[in-house]
């Protein structure tokens, strides 16, 4: 059984997808357990009512950094409240953007240090998005891992070893997505043979970033398994090897979350 352990199945719904076939079709690849994923505070009821609807899709809770600015309110104990709620098993997506900055920088890092907060609280995981923010994004998580630990997770890698082994470091994981799979990723593949297998997830960040071969088309939890196959390669294991390896992984994150019996 493979994991999705992060897609956004409430932007397919919102582009008209039908989610029972999307959902059908994972399940037909083998992919068992989907994780979608909070951006939006203000639409956080869709991300919720998905995860309801279906026994083994479950949701975080979060702001992400491009919405910084919009929702620059949302407490650490907002966060904590909601994530009472049996189908909330992470805090986030949050973190640093610097490459789009849709939010001012220091908005981005109170919000981040405010997920960080409900992290430590609840101790769920911190679902972490960084892009061209590595320095800001190492210095918050050792300053605030100082105060308490928490657990987390690089969301669709595609940073530096500096940040990967920064990260492992307090204890996070390491997510790889379809990105993984592109000619084009040479650095981050040499960082991937690196990885000891105990530190890997896998994802699809969908609708966002097919993985090969199914590139250019829109994505779904359904192509984690070609991620996945492609991490196997590139650890030298079998397909079934890495399956295993990531979904005992995404469980031990996750502890909120309930292995399906199949």
Do not use: W
């Not at 979608?36 to 009821?45: A, H, L, V």
């Not at 997505?177 to 990885?195: H, L, P």
């Amino acid at each position: 059984m493979l994991v999705d352990s992060h897609c956004h199945l409430d932007y397919l719904e919102r582009e008209g997808q039908n989610l029972d076939e999307i959902v059908a079709r994972a399940k037909r690849n083998g992919v068992g357990v989907m994780v979608t994923i909070g951006t939006k505070m203000r639409e956080f009821d869709k991300v919720l009512s998905i995860a309801e609807r279906y026994p083994d899709i479950y949701c975080t809770v979060g702001v992400h950094p491009h919405e910084a600015e919009e929702e620059p309110d949302i407490s650490a104990e907002q966060l904590v409240e909601i994530s009472k709620h049996p189908k909330v098993i992470g805090i986030g997506e949050t973190g640093l953007d610097y490459f789009y900055e849709h939010s001012p920088r220091d908005l981005q890092k109170a919000s981040f240090r405010r997920h960080i907060d409900a992290a430590r609280q609840t101790q769920l995981p911190l679902i972490v998005h960084t892009r061209d923010a590595e320095a800001d994004t190492i210095e918050i998580l050792q300053d605030e891992y100082a105060k308490g630990a928490f657990p987390g997770i690089i969301h669709c890698f595609t940073s530096s070893r500096e940040l990967a082994e920064k990260s492992i470091e307090i204890g996070f994981m390491i997510s790889l997505s379809g990105i993984v799979t592109f000619k084009s990723a040479k650095d981050i593949q040499e960082s991937v043979r690196s990885f000891k297998t105990s530190d890997i997830l896998v994802e699809t960040d969908a609708p966002f970033l097919a993985p090969v071969p199914n590139r250019g088309k829109q994505n779904e939890p359904s192509f984690v398994i070609h991620t996945a196959e492609k991490v196997a390669e590139l650890q030298g294991l079998s397909a079934l090897e890495i399956t295993n390896i990531t979904t005992d992984n995404f469980f031990k994150m996750f502890a909120k979350a309930k292995r399906p019996i199949v």
